[in-house]
């Protein structure tokens, strides 16, 4: 059986369903994307890592010490082979258009879904060629507002916040740009939206509020229909991008950006730059150079208090007001 989706603009097929994500009508157009779950390019069993070149550690430790996330270049390069400390298992062409993944018995597809959904699919959209964003984004007014920041900046906790408000949702954690000419889009992406029991229980007043994607994980996910949040399905023009800075004891608040300083913290921000070519990286400079030039880009630092996340919402609809019509709702 082949399990259909469309995630940014591409359509995906599976050779089983992927959890929690429902299924689009089978397209008649080719698939972009192929995953291979339970399946390895080498066939049933994994590939010997003695054979590869180790080209990435990640910086961020896993509770046993170790790494969290390990890549080799395999087969002479035309492969990228990942392993996550857990022993889950992705192999990526470097066309980006086919990935294989494996999970040992102690977890379980979920698991390795939820990588799939995020890193592994935003590494195979880099290796496409899309420029790519650490951020999520809402629709406001028919137009895409972006938000971009490190881990815990809270980038899903304001695109939930306003999705309070009736913006649909594009996207979250992965921002992938679609750009022609002067005209910059946002690509939608999987219906849900991840947060932290913390946020959760603010916004909607429980922890319990979602359900855990995994039940091992304390990150809930926000479905397409709960809590009346909405989720965009189709690409939307970009008007403006907010970098979100440290989390302050003050009232929320706006600072412009110089175009110099707005590049930089994009770059900072794009997604899976360690294995991207020097041609791949070039072509990323280019993109967010136009982009800076033609798209507003923002600093805005939020309140520590999540209680106050509504005069968040306020000040940034206020912001976008000169662009496009300010919110009818609060939080």
Known sequence: ???????????????????????????????????????????????SEQTEDLTYLSPYLAPSGEPALRIWKANGGSLLHLRYFDGIEFWVNREGRNAWALWPESTSIENAASYFLGPVLGLMLRLRGVTCLHASAVVIDGKAVAFVGSAGAGKSTTAAALAGCGC????????????????????????????????LTALFGSADAAPRFIPTWEKRCVFDGSHGIRFEGEAVPLAAIYILGSRQDEAAAVATLSRETAFLSLVANSYATNLLS????????????????????????????LQRIDELCRVICADCSGRMKPLSASV
């Open 278 to 305: 020097p041609e791949m990286r070039a072509r990323e400079f280019e993109v967010l150079s136009r982009l800076v030039a033609r798209v507003p880009v923002r600093q805005i630092s939020a309140s520590q208090d």
């Open 168 to 199: 649909s949702v594009l996207s979250d954690d992965i921002v992938a740009l679609s750009a022609s000419g002067d005209i910059f889009k946002i690509l939608p992406s999987y219906p849900y939206i991840s947060l932290w029991p913390e946020p």
């Open 1 to 47: 059986m082949i399990a259909s989706y469309s995630f940014f603009g591409l359509i995906l097929h599976s050779n089983r369903p992927i959890p929690e994500v429902a299924v689009s009508r089978l397209s008649r157009r080719s698939p972009d994307i192929e995953i291979k779950w339970d399946a390895s390019p080498h066939g049933a069993a994994a590939g």
